[in-house]
């Protein structure tokens, strides 16, 4: 390398150095807010502030806790709740990722965990065996039963 060539580099270091720092100094300006302006947007979103130590608020919270279930009256079952079965048509286009499929079955209450689906997917080398083309799902399903309809295994 030669000298000029390292005085040069210098230079451009140099000048750079000063542009980043005159915009540091002259354009920036401070983001911080005071305690009683933090202290108003707390309040403003409906929290409130307490200097008690958390430990002493844990405490009360399980008191009142107790207090409020042991106030309520025990709830009758006359009915027993069978959870709804539902059912979707998943319409597979080409293009569409394992995630998409995954987050359009979450959304139509389908599967519970999007994550889990395409976890289960990845685990078994089925990304790449799905299917175009429509295909009737229920909640009742499990993973590996969807993921043999989708991907006709």
Do not use: C, W
């Not at 597979?92 to 209450?109: F, H």
């Not at 965990?113 to 399903?141: C, P, R, W």
């Amino acid at each position: 390398m030669s000298r000029s060539i390292l005085q040069a580099f210098a230079a451009g270091l140099f000048v750079s150095a000063a542009i980043l720092a005159s915009y540091h100094f002259l354009f920036k300006k401070d983001k911080s807010i005071s305690f009683s302006e933090a202290e108003h947007v707390i309040k403003e979103a409906g929290y409130s502030i307490s200097k008690e130590p958390m430990k002493d608020q844990k405490k009360e919270k399980s008191k009142t806790s107790a207090a409020v279930t042991s106030a309520k009256p025990p709830l009758a079952s006359t009915k027993e709740e069978k959870p709804k079965i539902k059912t979707y048509t998943l319409q597979v286009q080409s293009g569409m990722t394992p995630q998409d499929l995954s987050d359009i079955l979450q959304k139509n209450g389908i599967i519970k965990d999007s994550d889990e689906f395409e976890n289960y997917l990845k685990a078994h080398d089925l990304n790449e065996n799905i299917q175009l083309g429509s295909f009737v799902l229920t909640s009742n399903m499990s993973i590996a039963q969807i993921s043999s309809t989708i991907t006709r295994n």
